[in-house]
């Protein structure tokens, strides 16, 4: 299964096109030198690798007694050394909500275009395999070279020399693949769980169905888009005859951070972004908010979350003619430090009642909003342009909870009145019941079809 390993040829492969283009990604120079070997073994590999994540991150908290896990943990963010690294696939949680966000994104929605229950798990098992070798700098099945001459290779080879990038995958079951039309089409309609529920519409909504739902949804996020790319490309490689690809979404420039000693990244509009948001080291905040339990009445989803996805386009023309008191008012934050308005620091607690009331902060806080914290991992997208002269930019919000009813659309409720909605609008949207992690051995929707 594991093959030869993603080789280095001591060359640097050529990068694909525009949208994947590797070199910005790649982080600080040198980093693919620490690329497995030609003809290494997978020790040989792994002695190379840096394993990272949190689990990862712990192991160097010890190392670093004294420093502090949150030093180690920003440095697991940003050192340029661990942009390379691997993140634990199996585990408790599946990687890529609560692990140190990468850089980029890309997101794929998929549709099941067979009614066959078996097949669908089978398929389930090999995307498992595959993703578990990807996400540790492995190639798919047996490689992409060196196979038989007759046969297409298994691997489709453009990550060939690269290194694992901190690829995560992670899996979500949309409300359509249990109910679909009326019909139970796999025989887990009674498995829904009532957190995942059809988003409502909201105000101002503009959804472009050909950009909405997908009964099955992979968040692929690595440092490198390359390797985020080719693992969705494999994924639905692997799939053919049972899931079509629906809608995609690359993402580049990180809008949110779980690890709050990073310095935090700007949004399209200048803004820094994920100043305040569930950091993956908030074990408690993340049992209260963000990890489903199993007394929430879907045992299969025990250490699981569910995942809300929106296609948020972002006026940057008309923002960009804005004055910067307005642009301050309306997020509720000084632009350069990122303080919240009256005060000094970006870290400084937020004051409401000094925001506007229409603030996006001060609507968003959990104060307005009993109390609810979402764990937010969003990337900024451009995507040519639009035909009338504007870009096609915006936000690819992704929000992680534990229940959809009293996360993301109770704030977005709250959100109706926000200033900022004159300068956005949402146009895709997606909502996904995503498992707990997988142990070694299992596979993805082993909690589901048991
Ligand atoms: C293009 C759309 C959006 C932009 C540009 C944007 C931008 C921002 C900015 C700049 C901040 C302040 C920094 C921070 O604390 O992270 C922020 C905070 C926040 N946003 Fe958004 N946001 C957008 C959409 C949304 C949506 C759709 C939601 C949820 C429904 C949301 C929820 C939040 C939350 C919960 C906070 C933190 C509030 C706090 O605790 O202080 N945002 N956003």
New binding site residues.
């Given amino acids: 299964m594991i093959g030869g390993g993603r080789t280095n040829d001591g060359g640097s492969p050529a990068a694909g096109g525009e949208s994947v283009a590797r070199g910005a990604a790649a982080g600080a120079g040198g980093q693919r030198t620490d690329r497995p070997g030609a003809g290494g073994t997978p020790s040989g590999r792994m002695s190379r690798r840096r394993m990272l994540g949190f689990g990862g991150a712990s192991l160097l908290v010890g190392a670093a007694a004294g420093a502090g896990i949150d030093r180690a943990v920003a440095a697991a963010d940003e050192g340029d050394a661990t942009t390379s690294s691997a993140v634990p696939f199996h585990g408790p949680h599946q990687a890529g909500i609560a692990t140190p966000v990468q850089d980029r994104l890309h997101f794929a929605a998929f549709d099941v275009v067979t009614g066959d229950r078996a097949k669908l798990v089978r398929m389930l098992k090999e995307w498992t395999a595959a993703a578990a070798a990807m996400t540790a700098g492995r190639p798919v099945g047996a490689g992409a070279v060196g196979g038989p001459e007759v046969s297409p290779p298994d691997d489709t080879g453009e990550a060939l020399g690269l290194p694992p990038s901190r690829l995560t995958l992670t899996i979500g079951f949309g409300p359509t693949l249990f109910e679909k039309d009326g019909k139970d089409r796999f025989g887990i309609r009674d498995r829904r769980p009532a957190a995942l529920v059809d988003l409502p519409h909201f105000p101002g909504d503009n959804l472009d169905p050909n950009r909405s739902g997908g009964d099955i949804a992979v968040q692929a996020c690595a440092d490198d888009p390359q390797v985020a790319v080719h693992a969705i490309r494999n994924l639905a490689r692997i799939g053919f005859g049972v899931v079509a690809v629906r809608w995609s979404q690359l993402g580049f420039g990180k809008?949110?951070s779980t690890t709050p000693d990073a310095q935090?990244p700007r949004?399209?509009?200048g803004?820094?972004?994920?100043?305040?948001?569930v950091a993956g080291t908030e074990t408690s905040a993340l049992d209260q908010h963000i990890w489903a339990a199993g007394r929430d009445g879907a045992d299969w989803m025990a250490g699981g979350s569910y995942l809300v996805a929106?296609r948020?386009r972002?006026h940057i023309e008309t923002w960009d003619r804005a004055s910067l008191g307005e642009q301050q008012d309306v997020?509720?934050?000084d632009k350069n430090e990122?303080a919240p308005i009256g005060r000094r620091r970006e870290h400084d607690p937020?004051d409401l009642p000094r925001l506007k009331p229409t603030a996006?902060?001060r609507l968003?806080?959990?104060d307005s909003n009993g109390g609810t914290?979402?764990l937010?991992r969003g990337y900024s997208f451009t995507d040519g342009s639009d035909g009338l002269g504007r870009l096609d930019a915006?936000?690819f919000?992704i929000?992680f909870q534990r229940d959809p009813r009293t996360g993301?659309i109770r704030?977005?409720n709250n959100?109706a009145t926000d200033a900022?909605n004159e300068y956005?609008q949402?146009v895709g949207s997606g909502i996904y019941a995503c498992p707990p992690g997988v142990r070694e051995g299992g596979h993805w929707g082993e909690t589901l079809f048991g």
């Fill in positions: 809008t949110s935090t949004n399209m509009f803004f820094k972004d994920g100043t305040r948001n929106r948020i972002m997020i509720g934050r990122g937020v996006h902060v968003a806080h959990p914290r979402i937010r915006g936000l919000f929000a993301f704030i977005q959100l900022m956005i949402h």
